[in-house]
């Protein structure tokens, strides 16, 4: 088998494993990033939609932004619309074109430094001492055993890099949406809004979504609970009732399958000489299911971490541990607000969902933010969501 060595080897070229690339390069470390995939950022897997605070992480380019919606509108099962924006544009999110910005983030890693390696699967890992040492690869030339003083496993929902190093990643069914989704044209879509759609008959315990690209395309899609997903209640059954009711005359030009964790992040995303980030940390909003923008910052703290084990030759978990911290302060308040919010609101009959739709009926919500939904929502039902609040302090 052939060997090789590197500062750092990274598995997995979504956002989160190219961020760390990057940040991790520019600190002067000999990276090697790579990915499964034949392609960086296809297929995609996402509904793409990032809020304004994209622009805090990365500078934005016309390029891989699609669609600017300045608000959006949430429909109850009784087609009641709540209206969150829609004055101010800079409030508003984008809508990505995650084949073309993926592409992005990994050329700035390569451009940062970073050796880039596509068609290359990692299989295993390297252990020594009770540290991870490096990965083994099947590549195009062949196999590789690939050392390195810290593996990053950035290998998304499915990631077994974290398993192979000894970490509990499983996640119950009950703690994972399965999405379907389909590109699709020809299709009446608002351009200023994004819409979601709640309610037992749409996506019981999750939503469907509408997310203008541009033009008369939109990713529409839904993603359900893993535990009320069986024979006839897939996603793609509930998918294809919705657009057989909404877009009975769209095209559809791309269809895909994914999953969401909705755990909240892992008790415990390093060991010796490993970190996981991203999905593979389970660091994704489990309200909403977006996961780009804690990927991105979880890089940019994972980067910054290693560089600094690095110089200071210290890989164990302890050392790593500043990941932990850093990345709680920085978004764990969110996601745990986040997963006590999804478990209330998936205990809600329709009814329930109505009756907070009719009492936002006419309340105007600038920020497009679950934060600022839930405050709402919380002024305007103290009695019903007195227990949720209580959670939340
Ligand atoms: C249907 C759907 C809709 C979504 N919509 C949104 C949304 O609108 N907004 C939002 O913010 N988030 C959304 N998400 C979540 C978002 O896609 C993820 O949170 C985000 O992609 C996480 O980035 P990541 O880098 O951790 O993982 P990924 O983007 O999944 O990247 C992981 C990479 O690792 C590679 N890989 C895996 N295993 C190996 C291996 N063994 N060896 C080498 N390479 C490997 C894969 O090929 C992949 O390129 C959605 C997810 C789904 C499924």
Redesign the pocket.
Known sequence: MREERHDIVV????????MTARVAAKRGLDVLL????LE??VPV??????SAEIKDIVTLDEKWVCAKPKGAHIYSPDGTKVVMGGENIDVGGYVLE?RIF?KFLASEAARAGAQLRIR????DVIKEDGYVKGVY?HGMDGDTRIHAQIVVG????????GRWAGIDTWLPPSEV?T???FLMCGIDVDLEYSEFFVGSQVAPKGYA?V?PKGGDCANV?L?ICGDVSGENHRAIDYLNAFVRNKFPAGKVVAE?Y???PLSGPLKESVAGGLIL????AR??NPL????????MYA?EIAGDVIAKAVQEKDYSKKRLQEYESRCKDKFGKRLDTGLKTKEFFFGLSDDDLNGLAHSLEHVKIDEITPRALLAELIKKNPKMLFGLAKKLL
Do not use: H, L
Request: charged share 20%.
């Open positions: 598995v997995g070229a979504g956002p989160a494993g190219s790579i990915d499964r995939n960086i950022g897997k996402c509904a793409e939609g990032v995650r993926d290359t699967e990692a299989y690869v950035a290998d998304g929902v499915e990631s077994r890099v949406t999405c379907a989704e979504w997310f899609g993603g895909m994914g999953a969401t980030v991203g999905d593979a660091q994704v909403t299911g977006g996961g780009i923008a804690y990927a890089g």
